[in-house]
């Protein structure tokens, strides 16, 4: 088995209810069955935020970071898990500036 940690931000943190948690995966794991495991053990809704239906990739209005490397410059969500790797996911964020 191989331990992964998963660093969830702003609502996606809400919806998994954990702003940090580690998860154990078979070896030769990828991305996507770690989206498939926090689905399956914590909340029905994550990989439904996360991943476009039609498409099957990660909507393009968020970002997943694998040790600090954004899934679009890997083999997204085919990428394959290490022991020991952090997938950190980053819902959009809304800003702008504030008139004066």
Do not use: W
């Not at 990739?57 to 410059?73: A, I, T």
């Not at 290490?82 to 996911?89: E, K, L, R, T």
């Amino acid at each position: 088995m191989i331990r992964i940690k998963v660093r969830p931000f702003f609502q996606l943190k809400e919806i998994l209810k954990e702003k940090e948690l580690t998860i154990e995966l078979t070896p030769d794991s990828t991305v996507l069955d770690a989206i498939e495991e926090l689905t399956k053990r914590l909340s029905p809704s994550f990989k439904d935020a996360v991943i476009d239906k039609n498409s099957g990739k990660v909507r393009s209005y968020y970002r997943v970071l694998l040790g600090g490397r954004d899934l679009h410059q890997l083999d997204d969500l085919n990428t394959k898990l290490c022991d020991g790797d952090i997938i950190s996911f980053f819902p959009p964020v809304a800003g702008g500036n504030r008139a004066t």
